[in-house]
């Protein structure tokens, strides 16, 4: 049982690393593929997302609109790299977008001068589970229309009985 565990793990590493390594990993996008950014209704509010309706987030280690996110924070909050100029869907202003430099050269998306990042743990679009994560040296949030951060949890409705939110739990440090 311990060796098909392990298999299971080794072979999702090895697809991970294959994604990564094929620059999947980072979400690319072209001029050609439609406004990259639009709003989509979550339980957070409307939140940001790409062209593909996966959450953007952003990091608040970045400095100003610097990217400190490499390696291993890059493998788990892809960048959203742009080829192209972008494009701000309905609800969103054209006036808040903008580009940074990467190492390497890619020009990464900001939206009011925050780097944006998707979550690997984000499998379906509108999912948000990186809301409030502490790693890498800092938190990751959603953002508003107005390009802030929305800091409260997708909490389930209070229960009938205590009249209490249940809290969310947030992944310690960079262990994923």
């Known amino acids: 049982m311990v060796t098909r565990f392990r298999v299971v793990v080794a072979l999702g590493t090895l697809a991970l ?22 709003l989509r209704k979550t339980a957070l509010g409307r939140v940001l997302v790409d062209g593909r309706g996966r959450t953007l987030y952003l990091f608040e280690a970045d400095k100003g609109k610097t990217s400190v996110c490499y390696g291993q924070c890059a493998t788990f909050w892809p960048p959203l790299v742009i080829k192209g100029k972008p494009a701000a869907g309905a609800g969103l202003k054209a006036s808040l977008l903008g580009v940074t430099m990467r190492k390497g050269g890619a020009h990464q998306l900001t939206y009011a001068g925050h780097p944006l990042y998707r979550f690997f743990k984000d499998a379906k679009p509108g999912q948000a589970t990186g809301q409030g994560v502490d790693a890498f040296g800092g938190e ?28 969310t739990e947030t992944a310690p440090g960079s262990g994923y």
């Open 17 to 38: 690393a294959g994604i990564v390594a094929a620059g999947v990993g980072a979400a690319i996008i072209g001029k050609g593929t439609g406004a990259p950014l639009q």
């Open 140 to 167: 990751w949030y959603v953002l508003s229309a107005a390009g802030r951060k929305i800091e409260r949890s997708a909490s389930p409705a209070p229960t009938p009985t205590t009249g209490t939110t249940p809290t």
